[in-house]
């Protein structure tokens, strides 16, 4: 049985970093790109990054760019989001992610149930 | 970017009827890459439809997807107790993925 637990998430000043992690089981996990996809309070969903399985690609929306790292540990069966710059519009459930595929992240098959980041002062 | 708009916003139905939800595309979208998640009040998304039509593992057959170009649609055959929540469609694109709005079903 797939199963995604995510993490790291709390409370964060603006401009600072958090680094939320995504340990998996039930699957080969260098076999899967992953991805996360956050949900501010009360709003829908956004996809903020994703990751090949091997770790050679990497994606960003355009609202993360720059600030976020996405990464991986196959050995560790571990994914991580590094935050870097955090402003209050980072606030959300941040979910872990897995793809059908290796390369390609049409959708995910199988989430998280989610860690909360609060951005504020 | 592919922007997604889904409607009704809410639509208020009573069990066993059916629900009809719409996902149109600002362009544009191949089918392969439309997908269609359930999310209820604090759980994570669940997948539905993948590639427009095909049913994730699990998922009943009173769940069906449809459509193509622009406009895409799920269809809940005759509702369930279990089927009220918010439905969102996504699409893959350009290497990133756009989500809809969401449409929330809910009991009448």
């Known amino acids: 049985e797939v199963h995604l637990l995510e993490s790291g998430g709390g409370l964060e000043q603006p401009g600072g970093s958090l680094r939320l992690s995504c340990t998996a089981s039930?699957?080969?996990?260098?076999?899967?790109?992953m991805g996360w996809v956050r949900q501010a309070p009360g709003k829908g969903l956004e996809w903020v990054s994703a990751?090949?399985?091997?770790?050679?690609?990497?994606y960003y929306a355009d609202s993360v760019k720059g600030r976020f790292t996405i990464s991986r540990d196959n050995s560790e069966n571990t994914l991580y989001l590094q935050m870097n710059s955090l402003r209050a519009e980072d606030t959300a459930i941040y979910y872990c992610?897995?793809?059908?595929?290796?390369?390609?992240?049409?959708?995910?098959?199988?989430w998280g149930q989610g860690t909360l980041v609060t951005v504020s002062s | 970017e592919v922007v997604l708009t889904q409607s009704p916003g809410t639509l208020s139905l009573s069990p066993g009827e059916r629900a009809t939800l719409s996902c149109r595309a600002s362009q544009s979208v191949s089918s392969t890459y439309l997908t269609w998640y359930q999310q209820k009040p604090g759980q994570a998304p669940r997948l539905l439809i993948y590639g427009a039509s095909s049913r994730a593992t699990g998922i009943p057959d009173r769940f069906s997807g449809s459509g193509s170009g622009t406009d895409f649609t799920l269809t809940i055959s005759r509702l369930e107790p279990e089927d009220f929540a918010v439905y969102y469609c996504q699409q893959y694109g350009s290497s990133s993925l756009t989500f809809g709005g969401g449409t929330k079903v809910e009991i009448k």
């Open positions: 990751i090949s399985g091997s770790g050679g690609t990497t």
């Open positions: 992610a897995k793809a059908p595929l290796e390369v390609r992240f049409y959708y995910f098959d199988y």
């Open positions: 039930g699957f080969t996990f260098s076999n899967y790109a």
